[in-house]
């Protein structure tokens, strides 16, 4: 039988349930246990190109560089197994399979999830994929991969795992997600917590993936200082002059706060301002490590995903150590 998709990385999977199907992406880290060919019942000889794969809220991350955002929908058999249909091969042919090998029916499946576009998008031509119960399951071409959960995520409740100061510093504030998309914050968000005067507010119109707090210099908060008092000049960064320091400056830093890295708390300021007649140069925005209420680095021009790598143009540019460094990754 020849491959019934150009490459294997076409993803599918169920959520199913005896009694209800309503399904949802299981949160956490997901490793590859076995697969099986179709054709032959025997293990696959093609290795997977995602031994890991992790989800968080509507994210699914294959690599260090490739994420994808998920949508729910009706799930039909004839149009996920579109080839498989189409090489004649049944609905309950592949059921009696999945069943024999994995202990997995998708009969009774109701949705399915599929990756929205992404104009980087990595794992093309990925479309959908589906969890089962405590398994996911990938079909690519004539080969099912099977994936077991790992560890369960705690991003949700980073307070168990942080220690009790970065509790102090962060209290209060809600978390932004990882991985961080720069262009749809900017696109999206900015536009929804600027006033008519041009300067950017503390809002909540940008939930649940944004959660942008602009550091009030009248504010005792010990994270607002740390934000408006910071000189983001450090390390030779461009056209920070006429912001940094913040406070000094009177130019509103409109800062995010994500899940700490155990404990390196992790901010991303940006100068949102809108700046008219040139009157200062627009600051690009920069991520902070803190460490102990310090800020040990900062790092600008790339994004950081779920593992805190920082990616420019698709490539691991730089990670995130453990001592709140960013750690510059030399590609070959």
């Not at 949508?71 to 149009?79: N, R, S």
């Not at 940008?206 to 005792?220: G, L, M, N, Q, W």
């Not at 994500?258 to 925005?285: H, K, S, Y």
Request: proline residues 7%.
């Amino acid at each position: 039988m020849k491959s019934i998709f150009p490459i294997w990385l076409t993803f599918v999977g169920v959520l199913l349930t005896a009694i209800n199907t309503q399904a949802a992406p299981v949160e956490g880290t997901w490793k590859l246990e076995r697969s099986v060919d179709y054709e032959s019942n025997a293990p696959a000889k093609k290795a997977s190109k995602f031994p890991i794969i992790k989800f968080q809220d509507n994210i699914i991350q294959l690599s260090e560089n490739c994420t994808a955002r998920l949508i729910a929908t009706d799930y039909l058999f004839p149009e996920v197994f579109q080839a498989m249909t189409k090489e004649g091969i049944s609905e309950t042919q592949v059921d009696r399979f999945l069943v024999k090998n994995f202990g997995i029916s998708l009969l009774k499946t109701k949705m399915v999830y599929k990756l929205k576009p992404n104009p980087e998008y990595c794992a093309s031509p990925v479309m959908e994929f589906f969890v089962v119960n405590d398994k996911i399951l990938i079909p690519a071409g004539d080969i099912f991969y099977i994936y077991g959960k790992t560890q369960p995520d705690h991003g949700a409740a980073y307070h168990n795992a942080t220690q009790s100061k970065n509790d102090s510093l962060i209290s209060g504030y809600k978390l932004s997600r990882l991985p961080m998309d720069f262009d749809r914050y900017y696109d999206t968000c900015r536009p929804k917590i600027t006033n008519s005067k041009g300067k950017p507010q503390t809002s909540d119109k940008c939930a649940p993936e944004f959660f942008p707090y602009v550091a009030d210099p009248k504010s005792d908060d010990p994270l607002m200082k740390l934000v408006g008092n910071h000189n983001y000049t450090m390390g030779g960064h461009r056209y920070a002059d006429g912001f940094s320091p913040p406070f000094k400056q009177k130019a509103p830093a409109t800062f995010l706060v994500f899940t700490p890295m155990n404990q390196v708390v992790l901010l991303r300021v940006d100068d949102f301002e809108v700046v008219r007649n040139e009157e200062r140069d627009i600051m690009a925005g920069v991520y902070l490590s803190v460490v102990n209420g310090k800020v040990v680095d900062q790092i600008s021009g790339c994004h950081l995903n779920l593992e805190y790598v920082c990616l420019a143009e698709g490539q691991a540019v730089a990670k995130l150590a453990p001592n709140g460094k960013f750690q510059k990754i030399t590609n070959p």
